[in-house]
C-alpha cells in the first residue's frame, strides 16, 4: 500500500514539473566583443493583444524571471537595470526583442523571456544561451598632422580593442594612383603610441596612407585613407648641359637646361648665374657676381655683358623654387676675345679638368653670400659671394645647450628616439627640431626637418627605404638656436618583402528568433491534455486502491 502512494505522488509531482518547466525554447547565440547582439521573443499581440513580459539572466523560474535585466507592461518599458539593455522590436506586433549595446564578455550567459499570458500554467518562455568571444580591433580613424618636403606626421585615437589589448598597429603608404598592392608596410610594434613620422618621401608628390590595429584575435579593417602632398623643395640637381660661348670681347653666352624631372622637387621658377673675373696680375680670383633669369622652358640662355676682353671667367647656374636653391652646377671657364677693331669670333670653352693653369692659382671653394655694390660696367642688381666676418657690437644672449639625443630602438624600418634638453639658456626652449639626412649626404642638404613643441622628447620615425643615416637636434628659443646635438649613426637592414593584404578570419553575429509557432492554439490544446492527465491519474488510483482491498480480503483463505 506504501508503494502504491509513493507511486501516485511521484507521478502528480512529474505531471506538476512538466506544466510549470515545459514549452521552453532554447537558442544559442555567438556574438563579439563591441557588437550590439538582440535576443527575439514574439508572442502573438493580434490574438492576445499587448501582454506583460520580463527578461532575465539565468534559467526561467516557476514565476517571474531570475536576476531581471528589463521588465515591460507590454506597451513601455517599466524597468531596466542598464541603459545598455533596450528593447528594440514592435510592441505592437508582439515583439519584446531585447537589445544589449556593446556586449562584453561579462554578458556571456543565460538569458530567459516570459510572456505572460493569462491563464493557469500557460506563459510562454525562452531561454538564449550567450555567448560572448573577443574580437579584432575596431578601425582607426587617423589624422594628419603636418606635411613637410619630405615627411608627414600623422596621429590617431587608439580604438576599441575588440577585448583583447592591441599589440601593434600596421601603416601603409603608397603614390597617389598607385594600387594598394604596391603599398609599403610597417609595422609599428610599440601599441602605446599615437603619433609617428613617416620621412625620406619625394617632395610634391602625393601619397595615400591607411593605418590597421592588430590584437592577439587578428587585424582591424582598413582607417580612412589620407590623401596628402608633400611640399616643394629646393632641387637636388643642378643645371644640365652648361655650355659657354665667348661672343664678343666684353660678352659671353651662356646656355644650359634644368634638372632631371625626379630632381627639380617643384616647379622651377628662376636661375641664379654666378660668374666671376680671373685677375691675372693677383693670381686670384675676384669676388662672385649675380643675377636671375626666370625659368621659362627646357632650354634656357643668358649673356654676360660688359666684361673685360681676354678675360678668363668662372661661371656656374643654379636651379631655384619657391623652396629655395639647389647645387650649383659644373664649374666652367671661358676667355673673352681680344679686343681688336677686326676679327673673328671666337669660342673658347675650358672646362675644370682642363684649366691647370688656373688651378695653380686659385682653388675652388663654397662662396657665401653678401651685399656688395658692383664695379662699374658690371650687370646690375648684383650680388658678390666671399667669405667675411660679422662683428656684433649687439649685447651677447646665450641660445639654449643643444638636447642629448638618444637611440632607444631600431625594429624593421621603425626608428624610436628621446632627448634630454640641456640648459634652456637666457630665455625658456621653445621647441626642437631634428634633421635626418643619408650618411653620405651633406648636412647643407638635409633630407628631413622635424619640429617638435618643447614638452616632447620622444618620436618614432619611420623610414621608408633601408639605408644609412644621420640624425642630430637643435634647440630653440627666443634667443636663437642651439649648436647641434650629438649625431647619431643609424642603419636600416633590408628586409625581406611584405605582404600587403592578410586573410582575416570574421565572426559573423548571430540573431536568433524564436516564438511559439502554435500561436493562439497552443493554450487550446494544453489546457484538454491536462484534464485528461488528471482524470488519468484519478482512475489508475482508485484501480490499484480496489486491487488493495482485494488482496487484503484474501490473506485467510491463503492461511486455510
Partial sequence: MIHLRIRFI??????LFWLNTG???ANSIIATVGTDVTLRCKYDAVYYSTLPFCWGRGNIPNSGC???VLKSDGTQVLSKVSERYALT??????????????????DSGIYGCRIDIPGWFNDQKHEFTLTVKPGRPFPIKVETREVRERTVTVRWTPPFDGGRPIRAYKVDLKYKYAS??????TDVARAHLNQVTLVDLRPTKTYNLRMFAVNSVGMSEASNVLIFTTKEAAPEGPPINVKLQALSSDSIKVTWKPPGVELRNGVLRSYIVSYREYDLEAQQFKNWQQFSVTATSEEESAVLTNLKPSTQYNVHVQAKTNAGLGPVSTALFCTTLDEVKETTAATTLLSTAASTKLMQYTSLTNPVFQSHTPPAGTVSTSTVWEQSTLHSTSLKTVPPDPPVIVLKEVTDNTISLSWTPGFEGDSPITGFYLEYKAANASWDYTEAIIDFSSNETEVTIIEMYPSTYNIRMFATNSVGTSKPSNVLNITIEEKGQQNSSSTM?????????????????TTGIIVPVVLVVLIGAIMIGWQLRREAVYDK???PLQEL
Fill in 10 to 15: 511521484i507521478l502528480c509531482s512529474c505531471l
Fill in 23 to 25: 514549452d521552453v525554447s
Fill in 66 to 68: 531570475a536576476n531581471e
Fill in 89 to 106: 522590436g514592435n510592441l505592437g506586433l508582439g515583439e519584446a526583442f531585447l537589445t544589449i549595446r556593446q556586449v562584453q564578455e561579462s
Fill in 180 to 185: 594598394w598592392d604596391t603599398a609599403k608596410r
Fill in 505 to 521: 578570419s570574421t565572426i559573423t553575429e548571430a540573431s536568433v528568433f524564436a516564438e511559439n509557432r502554435g500561436g493562439a492554439h
Fill in 553 to 555: 480480503g484474501s490473506e
